[in-house]
């Protein structure tokens, strides 16, 4: 009896030993998604060759070279030059250092106010919610390009301005999902015999609301970074973005500004352009199946 016993338990060890971790089994499922690992390997490419520009180029992202102004891409200027000489390569990298900063940095300035109105209303509900949707109304129909329009008046035209009014102008969209999330979340089971015998709320949100809604917030975050970068590229071209001669993708995409240039200098706008689309692309592929992954019901579709 005592050998059955043992036998038992050691098989239940090695069954527990043996199982993977929900960690190790959406890593292998990922894994298994050639646009996903795609993605990733685009994004670490773009994002270290950023870091690291000033050793991967001799020239720097101002630098004129009145004799090589409007070359086609060559031996000295991989990508060409520009409309006054500058090398594209080196610029495209010193602007994905300030078009990768404003679409992170904006997206976790929208994501975490959205979290902490959409969190709030959804789990309290009443008066909090009421008013906390009627400040989300408000915002969602003010006009964005008069509140652009007033940052850049008050801070001025630069990149911190940009990434600042793109994460207060998007919050809101954010806040009505996180708040709808947490609405169904509320409601389980689990969560309501928790209230029951008396947890506190902060304990019930740390321990059962929070794990429940981060992976909506990462796959959030993932699919949002490209819409900042799109948006910075849109402003851009208005000439409210950033202002030349700083680097980005979006004002060097607006320097080809006419037919002319477009149709005669593709160089000018094809290589930021390949890489802005390259980028978003990658972000999207990443943040599907970061969702087919984390959320049950799209992994079982």
């Avoid at 060890?13 to 685009?42: C, D, M, Y």
């Avoid at 990149?159 to 207060?168: E, K, N, R, V």
Wanted: overall charge neutral; glycine content about 8%; aromatic content about 8%.
């Amino acid at each position: 009896m005592s050998a059955q016993n043992d036998n038992a338990s050691d098989t239940a060890q090695t069954l527990t030993i043996e199982r993977p971790s929900l960690a190790a089994q959406n890593f292998r499922l990922f894994l298994q998604n050639p646009g996903a690992v795609g993605g990733v390997i685009f994004m670490l490419v773009i994002t270290v060759s950023a870091i690291l520009a000033p050793w991967l180029t001799p020239f720097e992202p101002h630098e004129i070279d009145v004799q090589a102004i409007r070359k086609p891409p060559s031996a000295d200027h991989w990508l060409g030059t520009d409309l006054t000489g500058r090398d594209m390569l080196t610029r495209i990298l010193y602007g994905g250092r300030v078009s990768l900063l404003i679409g992170l940095a904006a997206v976790i300035i929208r994501t975490v106010i959205g979290l902490i109105v959409g969190s709030l209303s959804g789990y309290f509900g009443g008066v909090i919610d009421f008013f906390g949707q009627r400040i989300v109304d408000i915002m969602i129909v003010f006009p964005d390009i008069f509140f652009l329009l007033i940052v850049i008046a008050i801070i001025g035209p630069t990149p911190w301005t940009l990434l600042i009014a793109l994460g207060f102008l998007s919050w809101p969209f954010d806040a009505r999902i996180f708040r709808s999330q947490v609405l169904s979340i509320r409601e389980l089971d689990y969560i309501l015999a928790a209230r029951s015998i008396g947890t506190t709320t902060g304990r019930i949100v740390r321990q059962h609301v929070t794990p429940n809604l981060m992976p909506l917030v990462l796959v959030n975050m993932t699919l949002n970074i490209g819409v900042a970068i799109i948006a910075e590229a849109g402003i851009s071209f208005l000439g409210l973005g950033v202002q030349p001669p700083t680097p980005s993708w979006g004002n060097m995409i607006t320097s080809a500004n006419n037919l002319s240039l477009i149709q005669r200098f593709w160089w000018l706008w094809v290589p930021p352009g390949g890489v802005l689309v390259g980028t978003v692309i990658s972000l999207n592929l990443i943040g599907d199946a970061l969702r087919d992954i984390l959320d049950p019901r799209w992994r079982a579709s």
